[in-house]
């Protein structure tokens, strides 16, 4: 199985929102809502922003969503801040292999 | 408060073994899922295998790439999941982080915490 693919990089201004994507197959991303979120900061450890699909764990904030449609999933951050700016990693969870998405670098411009 | 913490990381040299632990606390270790993802220098995630938990035998799972060389075993009395590496190639470095599995809705297990990783370098 391959990794899931994620555009390389994706930048906004402070305030505006932007979304990454992530596409799989019927047998992992679009299987259920099996799909994860991490953020990672540089030299950091990945932080989980978003499970089952559309979920986010206590403390991370509301700006934070996520949906799907058909084999691709979506990370939607709103009211884009300076600390968002960081490496994203979607995740199927569906089964193992467990697969990654390559990550999408975010600028905050 | 969840902490995994990782241990053994190193310099090997290529076809070498090594050993790695991750010790938990603030949860009850014996009932999670219990993975390895790997970080090469610059690069992304990659899944490297599972242990389940004793409901499910133990049951290990792992990436094709580590297949017959790794090993990942538990001490649920130690609270430890460890990592066997044998044969290790170049490409084998990386860190390696520990992560929690929690099932979800519907009994599919998502990372919710992860150790700080450990460091293994494979010179060529």
């Known amino acids: 199985q391959s990794a899931l693919t994620q555009p390389a990089s994706v930048s906004g201004s402070p305030g505006q929102s932007i979304t990454i994507s992530c596409t799989g197959t019927s047998s992992d991303v679009g299987s259920y809502n099996v799909v994860s979120w991490y953020q990672q900061h540089p030299g950091k450890v990945p932080r989980l922003m978003i499970y089952e699909g559309n979920k986010r764990p206590s403390g991370v904030s509301y700006r934070f969503s996520a949906s799907k449609s058909g084999n691709t999933a979506s990370l939607t951050i709103s009211g884009l801040q300076a600390d968002d700016e960081a490496e994203y990693y979607c995740?199927?969870?569906?089964?193992?292999?467990?697969?990654f998405g390559g990550g999408t670098k975010l600028t905050v411009l | 408060e969840v902490l995994l913490v990782e241990s053994g990381g190193g310099l090997v040299q290529p076809g070498e073994s090594l050993r790695l632990s991750c010790v938990a606390s603030g949860f009850t270790f014996g009932d999670h899922y219990m993975d390895w993802v790997r970080q090469a220098p610059g690069k992304g995630l990659e899944w490297v295998g599972r242990?389940?938990?004793?409901?499910?035998?133990?049951?290990?799972h792992y990436a094709a790439s580590v297949r017959g060389r790794f090993t990942i075993s538990r001490d649920d009395s130690k609270n430890s999941l460890y990592l066997q590496m044998n044969s290790l190639k170049t490409e084998d470095t990386a860190v390696y982080y520990c992560?929690?599995?929690?099932?979800?809705?519907?009994?599919?297990?998502?990372?919710?915490?992860w150790g700080q990783g450990t460091l293994v370098t494979v010179p060529s």
């Open positions: 992560a929690r599995g929690t099932p979800d809705y519907y009994g599919l297990y998502y990372f919710d915490y």
């Open positions: 242990n389940t938990n004793r409901a499910n035998s133990y049951t290990t």
């Open positions: 995740c199927s969870y569906a089964d193992t292999p467990v697969l």
